[in-house]
């Protein structure tokens, strides 16, 4: 446990917290599309059509989970493992994430219980591993693949295919990437990771279709795509020649257009409660909060927040902060629980995305004392005027809490208010309720 003393700054003296009025953002069902979870294992059974003729009886069959937290996940690898073993085929879930878990095998595995992904809410082992094999290079650059997806027969990849968090490019955070970077394992995502935002867009897919050609295990990829509402709007099946090419590009153009976001455009202060790696890969995700804070890529002009306090660390990140210091403030209850090893191990495999990313923000006693030098620090002094917003985390912007000078604007956003705005509440410990 680390700790921490940090200065009372007085910042709450005579400070007039503002009162929050409470929202909802109302999406349409074309802005919002959604599959019941009860229809989730029909779909997914019926995306995987193309490949149930493809393996043979009692072909070991390695389905990927990834190091995020995705909606219904573990209703989708069941239905997976369902379809597969209908064919004959023998599945089985492996953790396909680079340096998440500490970069081990217990690790990574714990990261998946986490998220309720157990041999027994999937019907299927789950095998860890950190081994890896050389595969091949491009332009000299090594490729690696785990051992575990190298000894099975087939290979299904499944993800979430969305905006990544670390650079923009035509193929982001999807199949190619829990490819050439989930199959990696440690080893290969801190390759990838070395060669910087150049690494991500230009030679993960390449690493991604090395994989693919070179030792004809993948059978395809399940791609996931979510509602704003963090809900799953979708699933596709794309075949292995689409992974890393124009048909992926299609569904992450399809996906950013159903991403959440806020209904500001800019912000004194942003509360945020809660950040994590079961919300995003850098705990909180940077399409949402308007900042990369990678060196090389250009900032988001949109949302614009001038000061940004995260309050808590979500249980399933097992002490992973990786992203605190996309915040400008934080408070001893988060510091608390940090793993740093994990925290810093992540870090060091994203290279240039975790220069900046995994330093630490100022640190105050609580979310009072938090959220009050942030409001002094913002350089609003008519506190009639403050713009600041308060979210749970960045999946669930759809719910948000907003002062007074920004009701018109929410309004405009289609934000539907529910009743007078409220005083900000605090324990006697002074965290937020």
């Given at each position: 446990m680390?700790?921490v003393?940090?200065?009372?700054?007085g910042?709450?003296?005579?400070l007039?917290?503002?009162?929050l009025y409470s929202?909802h953002r109302?999406y349409?069902?074309?802005?919002a599309?959604r599959i019941?979870p009860?229809d989730?294992?029909?779909?997914?059974r019926?995306?995987?059509?193309?490949?149930?003729?493809r393996?043979a009886?009692d072909?070991r069959v390695?389905?990927?989970a990834?190091?995020?937290?995705i909606a219904n996940m573990?209703?989708?690898?069941r239905a997976?493992?369902?379809a597969i073993?209908e064919?004959?085929?023998d599945?089985?879930?492996?953790?396909?994430?680079?340096s998440h878990?500490?970069?081990?095998?217990?690790?990574?595995?714990?990261v998946?219980?986490g998220?309720?992904?157990?041999?027994?809410s999937?019907?299927m082992p789950i095998?860890s591993?950190?081994d890896?094999q050389?595969?091949?290079?491009?332009d000299?650059v090594?490729?690696f693949m785990s051992t575990t997806?190298?000894e099975?027969?087939?290979?299904?990849?499944?993800?979430?295919v969305?905006?990544?968090?670390?650079?923009h490019?035509?193929?982001e955070?999807?199949l190619?990437?829990?490819?050439?970077i989930?199959?990696g394992?440690?080893?290969?995502?801190?390759?990838?990771?070395?060669?910087?935002?150049?690494?991500?867009?230009e030679?993960?897919p390449?690493?991604?279709?090395c994989?693919?050609?070179?030792?004809?295990?993948?059978?395809?990829?399940?791609?996931i795509l979510e509602?704003?509402l963090d809900?799953?709007?979708?699933v596709v099946?794309?075949?292995r020649?689409?992974?890393?090419?124009?048909l992926?590009?299609e569904?992450?153009?399809?996906?950013?257009?159903?991403?959440g976001?806020l209904?500001?455009e800019?912000?004194?202060v942003?509360i945020i409660d809660?950040?994590?790696?079961?919300?995003?890969g850098?705990?909180?995700?940077?399409?949402v909060i308007?900042r990369?804070?990678v060196?090389?890529?250009?900032e988001d002009?949109q949302?614009?927040?001038t000061?940004i306090v995260?309050?808590?660390l979500?249980?399933?990140?097992?002490?992973?902060?990786?992203?605190?210091?996309?915040?400008?403030?934080?408070?001893e209850?988060?510091?608390?629980?940090?793993d740093?090893?994990a925290t810093?191990?992540?870090?060091y495999t994203?290279?240039?995305?975790?220069l900046?990313?995994?330093?630490l923000?100022?640190?105050?006693a609580?979310?009072r004392a938090a959220?009050a030098?942030?409001i002094?620090?913002s350089?609003?002094p008519d506190w009639s005027q403050l713009?600041?917003?308060?979210i749970?985390?960045t999946?669930?912007?759809?719910?948000v809490?907003?002062?007074?000078?920004?009701?018109?604007?929410?309004g405009?956003?289609?934000?539907?208010?529910?009743g007078?705005?409220?005083?900000?509440?605090?324990d006697?410990?002074?965290?937020?309720?």
């Amino acid at each position: 446990m680390t700790v921490v003393s940090v200065p009372d700054l007085g910042a709450e003296i005579g400070l007039e917290f503002p009162s929050l009025y409470s929202g909802h953002r109302v999406y349409s069902t074309d802005e919002a599309p959604r599959i019941a979870p009860e229809d989730i294992p029909t779909r997914v059974r019926t995306a995987l059509q193309p490949i149930l003729k493809r393996v043979a009886l009692d072909e070991r069959v390695a389905i990927t989970a990834g190091s995020r937290g995705i909606a219904n996940m573990p209703t989708i690898l069941r239905a997976c493992g369902d379809a597969i073993k209908e064919a004959g085929g023998d599945p089985f879930v492996m953790p396909a994430m680079g340096s998440h878990g500490g970069a081990t095998a217990d690790g990574q595995r714990d990261v998946l219980a986490g998220y309720g992904i157990t041999r027994e809410s999937v019907g299927m082992p789950i095998i860890s591993s950190m081994d890896v094999q050389q595969i091949g290079c491009i332009d000299e650059v090594p490729v690696f693949m785990s051992t575990t997806a190298l000894e099975a027969d087939h290979v299904l990849l499944v993800n979430r295919v969305k905006a990544h968090t670390d650079f923009h490019g035509p193929v982001e955070s999807g199949l190619a990437k829990i490819c050439a970077i989930g199959l990696g394992k440690q080893r290969g995502a801190q390759i990838i990771h070395s060669y910087g935002t150049r690494g991500l867009v230009e030679l993960m897919p390449h690493v991604a279709r090395c994989i693919i050609d070179k030792t004809d295990k993948i059978l395809g990829g399940l791609a996931i795509l979510e509602n704003p509402l963090d809900e799953t709007a979708d699933v596709v099946f794309v075949e292995r020649d689409g992974i890393g090419t124009e048909l992926e590009q299609e569904l992450l153009l399809r996906a950013k257009s159903l991403m959440g976001a806020l209904p500001f455009e800019a912000l004194d202060v942003l509360i945020i409660d809660e950040m994590g790696k079961n919300i995003s890969g850098t705990g909180m995700d940077t399409n949402v909060i308007g900042r990369m804070f990678v060196p090389g890529v250009p900032e988001d002009v949109q949302p614009n927040v001038t000061a940004i306090v995260v309050l808590d660390l979500t249980e399933p990140s097992h002490g992973n902060a990786v992203g605190l210091g996309l915040a400008d403030f934080t408070t001893e209850r988060f510091v608390q629980k940090i793993d740093w090893h994990a925290t810093y191990t992540n870090a060091y495999t994203s290279g240039t995305g975790g220069l900046m990313r995994g330093r630490l923000p100022t640190v105050m006693a609580n979310d009072r004392a938090a959220i009050a030098t942030a409001i002094r620090m913002s350089g609003q002094p008519d506190w009639s005027q403050l713009r600041l917003a308060r979210i749970k985390n960045t999946l669930n912007v759809a719910d948000v809490q907003f002062s007074p000078s920004l009701l018109e604007e929410a309004g405009r956003a289609g934000v539907e208010v529910t009743g007078a705005p409220a005083p900000m509440q605090f324990d006697t410990a002074g965290r937020l309720q």
